[in-house]
């Protein structure tokens, strides 16, 4: 038990569908994140919440998007993705103080996602 | 040249070894991490530090903000601390954002 709960672990989708993923932290976190974590590669941030406001959006593209009904919940809506889109994407979480983050981050096990 | 440069890319040791994994960064920070990612995909914490070493059982993180270098050290290393190992910096320009390294490929053989 991470703290950190995402689902569904794995997820195959055609580039027409449109799904979601969910992400749910119980640490009491006011911070939320989704990355995108491609083969070799460096983990990529996506997006950021703070007390459930957007903070970041890293040039990402509108078939992704976020939803954060509370503290606690964090969803990445897709629609009409590209086979590229195909990658590992990982919810985190962490406690930050006004003025910039500076929290550990805590993640959860990740969602595998294919398009096919 | 990336701005976090992990070494060794791929490690591969006897069980029992001292392992050792060094980072360097180009960059002023507030923090550094380490981080620790099995084949399943998830991540965690290992240690967040800003200044001088920090243990945790048989794992120390030490960084030298003078030198911009840190390593993440492994004591009587185990087939279990096979894994990937991530040091990702925060720095003081960005609230949000950690630069992260490629990762170190740990394998530890029985």
């Known amino acids: 038990e991470t703290g950190v709960t995402q689902t569904p672990r794995h997820l195959v989708m055609g580039m027409t569908n449109k799904k979601s993923l969910k992400c749910e932290q119980h640490?009491?976190?006011?911070?939320m994140y989704w990355y995108k974590q491609s083969a070799k590669k460096p983990l990529e941030l996506m997006f950021v919440?703070?007390?459930?406001?957007?903070?970041e959006n890293n040039s990402v593209p509108s078939r992704f998007s976020p939803e954060c009904p509370n503290s606690s919940h964090l969803f990445l809506h897709l629609h009409t993705l590209q086979p590229e889109d195909s990658a590992l994407y990982l919810c985190?979480?962490?406690?930050?103080?006004?003025?910039?983050?500076?929290?550990?981050?805590?993640f959860g096990e990740g969602s595998r996602l294919t398009v096919l | 040249k990336n701005e976090v440069e992990q070494s060794p890319q791929n490690l591969t040791a006897q069980e029992g070894e001292f392992i050792t994994i060094n980072c360097s960064y180009s960059?002023?920070?507030?923090?550094l991490h380490w981080l620790q990612q099995h084949p399943g995909g998830g991540i965690v914490s290992l240690f967040m530090?800003?200044?001088?070493?920090k243990k945790h059982g048989r794992l120390i993180a030490t960084i030298n903000i003078q030198e911009k270098h840190s390593s993440l050290h492994i004591t009587a290393s185990h087939p279990r601390d096979s894994a990937v190992y991530i040091c990702?910096?925060?720095?003081?320009?960005?609230?949000?954002?950690?630069?992260w390294g490629a990762g170190t490929k740990l394998i530890i053989k029985p």
């Open positions: 919440y703070n007390f459930k406001e957007q903070t």
């Open positions: 960059v002023g920070i507030s923090a």
């Open positions: 990702a910096v925060r720095s003081m320009d960005s609230n949000y954002q950690l630069i």
């Open positions: 530090l800003s200044s001088g070493k």
């Open positions: 640490l009491g976190h006011n911070a």
């Open positions: 985190a979480s962490s406690q930050e103080k006004s003025g910039g983050a500076t929290g550990e981050l805590f």
